[in-house]
């Protein structure tokens, strides 16, 4: 029969998944859920939840909180093609998601689970697409969310959202580092929050379903994508043991985590060879992945090894230049999601990736989450299209 426990992946030590704890209490290592008998079988529901059985296989369906995330499309352009040097690269927009950023497809499974474990209160902190989902999901299914926002560090759109949606905010000091140093303080002293970052391993089950839709529609030789606190990093390359154990796939894509070359901690700590990451002062225009101390970074450490993959690291500018590829393109992403395509141009003018490689390319978020540098534009007079 299929059950689900917490698992250690430094010590092994298991865990009852009723009992909500986020660290092994034996190593302090972040927990993994981990499915017994976990079956490759897809449900009648669409997205996140077709693939309920890989994702959160024993929660009952009258407790799931969902707003019908996932599913996402993935997108063809010859702009791109031609920017990037590869003629098969295709973007899948995590945009296109409820509130328009691939955070609602952890936030679903999470929040079922608060749901499934009797909470009415659930907190997080947020550089705001995080904060975005959690106040959504919360809402819907009818509890109290807290978010921590470092305030001069998010886009007002983001906020926006989480104050629309009925979110309590909790301003806080400094940078996004600082706001989960601030929900970790929290969680010591009382266990009436049920805590939605991505120390939360259901959100990284959410996750893992970017890579099975990838994985069911084609065989991209690598993904790349934007990196942060990690949560996607650890996700993907999850979901891509799942798959590979369960003899689904026959083989294993090349992980491409990009980061900016401001908030890069993950690259120095692979490309280093360290045994501990080191916290670093993030700064960067993509304030999604302006992060300098990201909690995942030895379960997002065991992906990139297990898929072969690469960490990259890419500048504001090159960020912000392949986003104007990417926007005039007409598919359009937030900046931190450009990254994923400049760092596949790097990859591919150093060589590592070949213009005949087939690359999937994930934006995190939708064109509108900030709009705070707009693009230079010319105003015409009607005389001058006359
Ligand atoms: C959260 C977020 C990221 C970073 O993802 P991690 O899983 O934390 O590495 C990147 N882009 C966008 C748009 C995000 O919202
Ligand atoms: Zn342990």
Known sequence: ??????????????????????????????????????????????????????????????????????????????RISKYAGINNIVMKHEGENPTGSFKDRGMTVAVSEAIRLKFNKTLCASTGNTSAAAASYSALAGIESYVMIPGKNVSTNKLFQAV??????????????????????????????????????????????????????????FISFPAGNLGNTSAFGKAL????????????????????????????????????????????????IKIGNPVNYKKARRSMEFSNGIVEKVTDDQIMDAKRVIDRSGIGCEPASAASLAGVLKLRESGIIDSGDTVTSILTGHLLKDVSMMPEYKVLKISDIL
């Open 241 to 288: 043991m799942d798959l590979k154990s369960l003899d689904i796939i026959d083989y294993v894509p090349k992980l491409l985590a990009i980061q900016a070359e401001g908030a890069a901690p993950f690259y120095d700590y692979i490309h280093g060879n360290k045994d501990h990451i080191e916290a670093v002062k993030a700064e960067t225009i993509a304030t999604a």
């Open 164 to 221: 629309s949606y009925g979110a309590n905010i909790v301003d806080i000091e400094g940078d996004f580092d600082n706001a989960m140093a601030d929900v970790k303080k929290t969680i010591d002293k009382t266990n009436d929050f049920y805590v939605l970052n991505s120390l939360n391993p259901w959100r990284i089950e959410g996750q893992k379903t970017i890579i099975y839709e990838i994985m069911e529609k084609s065989k991209p030789d």
């Open 1 to 78: 029969m299929t059950f689900s426990v917490l698992k250690c992946p430094n010590c092994g030590e298991e865990y009852n998944i009723n009992r909500n704890k986020y660290t092994c209490d034996k190593c302090g290592n972040i927990l993994d859920v981990f499915h017994y008998d976990m079956k490759y079988e897809t449900t009648k529901f669409k997205g996140v939840w077709k693939y309920k059985n890989m994702v959160h296989p024993t929660i009952s369906e009258d407790k799931i909180i969902t707003r019908g995330e996932g599913d996402t499309n993935l997108y063809r352009s010859e």
